[in-house]
RNA sequence: GCCGAGGUGGCGGAAUUGGCAGACGCGACGGACUUAAAAUCCGUUGGGAGUAAUCCCAUAAGGGUUCGAGCCCCUUCCUCGGCACCA
């Protein structure tokens, strides 16, 4: 499908030009309002994919949309360099990491740029450039000041084929590695943490930013607040150090229903209290349950499985003694890692105790309950029974007089449970900024000081994944000498998760060339937070909860004054092809620049806008181009188009009002992301204007102002075509610095609309009628009309009028 | 299982949030132009009945509220996302 016009020629006259004159170069004005629009920046892969022009070139249009409004608009770009794929891809192509995240860098620069978008180059960010990394490390060293970055033996996610840790948060809800889909093992190793949980209650408070409910909820569920109480078994007679077995439970009211204890198979009672007749049955569990992946432990519907341990423990509050249990369905990541066994009253606990032939004890009475035995657990509410003082109290009641008889005992109390386990960000490799820290056999782990920054990464150091980080082997990075008592010490040899760097370049990017300081407080001030976010909703629980998270604690620093990044958040969907998601491994996967090559990025925008609504993706279908190829010719032929004789007053009139009209749908539309419709109105306008040339309906004046409007609402889409035709028109260079139209809401109005007469609700006849026309003498047409009389068995009982619409009579 | 979003022509999708269902576009069919094709332009395009004006049916299925339901309520079915032994 041939255009009018050469895309290849035009789009790159009009990028050369905007980059000579600097068109897009952002500074700080006080005499606009700013608006910081933000695109989640691409991973370094190496290619854009069609996925990636669907994220930009939407924002793009609104981010020019806003400029149009007025707004000081900042809408940067740049790389996310770190991290695995790089260094794996690397390692395969036998390529430097460095070397190849920059040729990506470069090639990936160049098709951005194809895109035509507003960036302001001069702020682009490269995570893997000292530049950029010696920040990261900053930063590091400033949670690392203010308490919140700790070094803990824990067990962590380890994947076997990334030969790294990895976050919770990287490890998917089947147990598997986010990246390579590898089941995830555990292993017990020091690593940085940081203290991500001690914002758990912040960061579940969306009041202030403005995000869709989904994203909210997966972040809610992440970090899985839970109100309950923590309780504590006695364990004396065993001699132990510890005399207590404490428990997280959600239902202390239930706690005289209690009749088995069950600890997590890790559990670190478990070797002490076990019996020395159970020891060979406990220590085979145990293993076996180590062998089993996370995957098959995982399974919810799976039957319930442990062993009695042989030992006992104390109820406090009644005095009696339950047997203690391993069985995997405790988790030692969550709560205490201990589980007061209510079967009566929990799905989990009723099916262990039935397999395992365990007393199953009443203590809430269901509805009309009359002492019988529970067929299954009852979770419902209900009033207290065999509990002691406290049977006849409502459960809920139950359980602040259970809690509060507790901390008066000192046996347990009231207390809460997160989900969320603190942010692991040690990685075992070697593409990643090293984490400043270093180890002093008398003093200790040591920070690097700032002056000192960065550590930089050694390039000449082995990069292959051996479970260690490469660095270990890396003598001269690994022996320094102590910051503080200048003896022998050794560095940190792991590096820092990629999601480190990304938590912090949107602040980067409002500072730029900041110097010897990670960001400028004025800059900051003035561009954060960003207004508008946009990004794929894959990273709900991953980079923007991390970039929550940082926000929050450098504000705690006294790095920033403000509490959220974001403030609002617009997902957009995936564009699939062949009726399936892009993979490579399918070969379906769409690159954009065959297609600017062939029909040029305008059409290629132009096309992605017009799928369908952005929040929900689709297909792209190659036909459905021609399109947009066919409206932008048409657009072309208008432009060149001769003024028209002078029409007729009422039909000027008609193109008037249809001119107003479209702005005012194009206005709305664009400023809420609906770009679809927003396009369909501007093909609408453009219909009507060539219909009203060739009827000669229209005046010359009304002409004018109409391809006008057009070019310019076109322009955010369409940046190089419409810059073109702005020129063949002879207005001011450069559209892009003219404001958006703005539209008079009574030209905009109808003049006359078509009211739907219906009897009983079906249409029976329309009448024209003018819009102003008022209640009485519109009822009084409709039911004049002699079509209408043929369908009135009855007088009226009832004539509904909805101004602008209809009359509904009622026979 | 729980939470969220959704189900509208051959296809992508519109529908001012309770008021003409199918805007806009793709595709298809017919016509004009052409030696021919492409491109372009004009017309038709949810189903059914009728020569026609027009009428009937139709927004996953069934029921309800309403003068009026794609939109609100109830039931059922399907699709897609997320969560899932979290005590």
Redesign the pocket.
């Known amino acids: ?2 255009l009018k016009y050469d895309p290849a020629q035009i789009e790159s006259k009009w990028q050369d030009r905007w980059a000579a004159d600097a068109l897009y170069r952002v500074h700080e004005d006080p005499d606009k309002p700013k608006w910081y629009e933000l695109t989640m920046f691409p991973y370094t892969s190496g290619n854009l994919h069609i996925g990636h022009w669907y994220a930009m070139a939407p924002s793009d249009v609104h981010a020019r949309f806003r400029r149009m409004q007025g707004y000081n608009v900042l809408h940067p770009m740049g790389f996310d360099a770190f991290g695995l794929p790089a260094e794996n891809a690397a390692i395969k192509n036998g390529i430097h990491p460095h070397i190849w995240t920059m040729r990506n860098v470069e090639n990936m620069r160049r098709q951005l740029k194809r895109i035509g978008a507003v960036y302001d180059w001069d702020r682009e960010v490269v995570t893997s450039l000292p530049d950029y990394y010696k920040w990261t490390q900053w930063l590091f060293l400033q949670l690392f000041n203010a308490g919140l970055a700790y070094r803990n033996k824990a067990p962590a996610n380890w994947c076997p084929t990334c030969q790294t840790t990895l976050a919770n948060e990287q490890v ?2 089947d147990g598997t590695c986010e990246r390579c889909s590898t089941a995830v093992t555990r292993r017990d190793l020091e690593q940085w943490f940081f203290r991500i949980t001690k914002y758990a209650d912040e960061l579940l408070d969306f009041s202030s930013i403005d995000w869709p ?2 994203i909210n ?2 972040q809610s ?2 970090i ?1 607040r ?1 109100q ?1 109480a923590e309780i504590s078994f006695g364990i004396e007679e065993y001699g132990l150090e510890t005399k207590e077995i404490r ?5 202390p009211d239930t706690v005289f229903g209690v009749t088995f204890m ?1 600890l ?1 198979p890790e559990h670190p009672l478990v070797s002490q209290l076990t019996t020395p007749d159970k020891s060979d049955e406990v220590q085979s569990y145990i293993e076996e349950t180590r062998r089993r992946s996370e995957i ?10 442990g062993v009695f341990i042989g030992a006992y423990c104390t109820n406090r509050l009644n005095g009696e003694k339950v047997p203690i249990f391993i ?14 066994g ?1 079967p009566a009253h ?4 009723f ?1 262990y105790a039935r397999k395992y032939d365990l007393p199953i004890r009443t203590v809430i009475a269901p509805p009309g309950w009359g002492g019988e035995d529970l067929v299954e657990a009852y979770t419902g509410p209900g009033e207290m029974v065999n509990s002691g003082e406290f049977v006849g109290l409502g459960n809920e009641e139950g359980k602040l007089a259970v809690i509060k008889s507790m901390e008066e005992q000192g046996i347990g109390g009231g207390t809460i ?3 969320i386990r603190d942010w692991l960000i040690s990685r075992q490799r070697y593409w990643g900024a090293p984490i400043p820290m270093v180890y002093c056999n008398s003093c200790g782990i040591v920070p690097v000081p700032e002056e000192d920054l960065p550590v930089l990464l050694p390039e000449d150091a082995e990069f292959r994944p051996t479970g260690e980080s490469p660095l270990t082997f890396h003598e001269a990075f690994v022996n320094t000498s102590c910051p503080k008592c200048e003896g022998p010490a050794r560095r940190e040899t792991d590096t820092m998760d990629t999601f480190m760097c990304s938590s912090w370049y949107f602040l980067k990017y409002a500072s730029p060339n900041s110097g010897d300081s990670a960001f400028r407080p004025e800059q900051l001030k003035h561009w954060l937070p960003v207004d508008q976010y946009t990004g794929g ?2 990273h ?2 991953m980079h923007l909860l991390y970039a929550r998270f940082f926000v929050k604690a450098l504000r705690d620093i006294g790095l920033l004054d403000f509490d959220e990044p974001f403030v609002r958040l617009y997902n957009q969907g995936i564009i699939i092809s062949d009726r399936q ?1 892009m993979s490579k491994s399918r070969g379906n996967v769409i690159t954009p620049d065959e297609y600017v090559d062939t029909v040029g990025a305008d059409v290629v925008r132009g096309y992605l806008m ?4 952005w929040d ?4 792209w ?1 190659d ?9 932008y ?2 657009v072309w ?1 208008l432009v060149e188009k001769s003024d028209p004789q002078l029409g007729k007053g009422k039909s000027s009139r008609q193109t008037a009002h249809m001119l107003h009209k479209t702005v005012k749908k194009v206005y709305q ?1 664009l400023d809420r992301f ?1 770009f ?2 927003a ?3 501007l ?2 306008f ?2 009507h204007l ?2 009203a040339w ?1 009827e000669g309906a229209v005046d010359s004046e009304t002409w004018n102002e109409s391809i006008k409007a057009l070019l310019l609402m076109l322009a955010p889409t369409a940046p190089h075509l419409a810059e073109e035709l702005w020129a063949a028109r002879g207005y001011d260079y450069s559209i892009h610095n003219w404001p958006f139209p703005t539209w008079d809401e009574t030209l905009a109005a109808e003049e006359e ?2 009211l ?1 007469v ?1 009897v ?7 009448v024209t009628v003018s819009a102003a026309i008022t209640e009485d003498e519109a009822k009084e047409v409709a039911l004049s009309s002699e ?1 209408i009389r043929a ?1 009135m068995k009855n007088g009226p009982r ?1 004539v ?1 009028y ?1 101004p ?3 009359v ?1 009579i ?1 026979a």
């Open positions: 499908m041939p998917l809800p409910d989904r909820t997966m569920n992440w899985g839970s309950g428990v997280f439970t959600t239902r069950v997590a098959e432990r995982l399974s919810a519907d799976k039957e319930k499985t069985a995997d369905y405790a988790l030692l990541t969550y709560g205490t890692g201990a589980v007061m209510v929990d799905e989990r606990d099916a449970s997160y989900r909703a894959e709900a629980v998601k017009f799928i369908g609504p929900q993706g689709g297909e279908v036909q459905g181009i021609n399109g947009i190829v066919r409206w010719n048409r032929d539309d609906h679809n419709t396009l369909a109105a093909m609408e453009t219909n060539g219909r060739d609309v078509t739907v219906q009983n609700g079906k249409v029976r006849d329309r079509r369908f009832k509904v909805v602008g619409r209809l509904n009622v």
